[in-house]
């Protein structure tokens, strides 16, 4: 079974605060995903990583920087906290769409699994 | 960009009625999943359904591709089912996921 951890189910953090947000999956899949969830915007994406020390902008990326230092590990960073921080962050990850098999290209089932989240409040 | 677009976006029955939610989408998809969200945030994995047609249980789902549709059908619903349900959907030559704004079950008994 896919297995996606998320350091913590609750975290309250100050204004101004460096937060760290850690997520580490086990089944060797190349993307992993950070979102966040408010209530009535449903889950938009903030960063994405396609491959360890490699990232893209999701929709929301400002406030946030992220870490992939390991494949298994993707880190989301609140730089300085505020209080519109306050949310769900959740992460997930899946493999690559298209995996390499004898040098060709081939599509691969890249289902999306999601860790328990994190419920960030900022005072 | 790609709009996924869920209905009915609350949905209210008694334990042991059926129910059908659906999922629109804009664009042609190479990836259409279905998740149920827990009372405690937790998104489940239902159905990862490009196309054609899955059942788990109580539980099926349909996607007509060509059509861009996706249907999840709920049989004999328990209070367990409760929650919120979210389709997803994955553009070609992309790995992110679009997410609709879900559907919110309540069963009562």
């Known amino acids: 079974d896919v297995k996606v951890t998320q350091s913590s189910r609750y975290l309250v953090k100050r204004t101004g605060e460096k937060v760290f947000l850690e997520c580490v999956q086990d089944?060797?899949?190349?993307?992993m995903f950070w979102y966040r969830q408010d209530p009535g915007l449903g889950l938009r994406l903030i960063y994405f990583?396609?491959?360890?020390?490699?990232?893209e902008k999701g929709d929301i990326p400002e406030g946030y920087s992220v870490s992939r230092e390991k494949k298994e590990r993707f880190s989301l960073i609140l730089e300085s906290a505020s209080t519109n921080q306050t949310s769900m962050y959740l992460c997930?990850?899946?493999?690559?769409?298209?995996?390499?098999?004898?040098?060709?290209?081939?599509?691969?089932?890249?289902?999306?699994?999601f860790g328990p989240g994190t419920r960030l409040t900022v005072l | 960009g790609i709009q996924v677009e869920q209905s009915p976006p609350d949905l209210i029955l008694q334990e042991g009625a059926n129910s059908t939610l659906r999922c629109n989408f804009s664009?042609?998809?190479?990836?259409l999943q279905w998740f149920h969200q827990n009372p405690w945030g937790q998104l489940i994995n239902l159905f990862y359904i490009p196309s054609g047609t899955k059942q788990n249980g109580r539980l099926s789902a349909t996607t007509v591709a060509t059509e861009r549709y996706s249907l999840l059908y709920i049989s004999s619903s328990q209070t367990t089912d409760s929650g919120v349900y979210f389709c997803?959907?994955?553009?070609?030559?992309?790995?992110?996921?679009?997410f609709g704004t879900g559907t919110r079950l309540q069963v009562f008994p």
């Open positions: 089944m060797d899949h190349e993307n």
């Open positions: 997930a990850s899946s493999s690559r769409r298209l995996g390499h098999l004898t040098g060709v290209q081939t599509p691969r089932n890249n289902e999306q699994f």
């Open positions: 997803a959907a994955r553009l070609y030559n992309t790995d992110k996921l679009i």
């Open positions: 990583s396609y491959d360890v020390k490699m990232k």
């Open positions: 664009d042609s998809v190479n990836n």
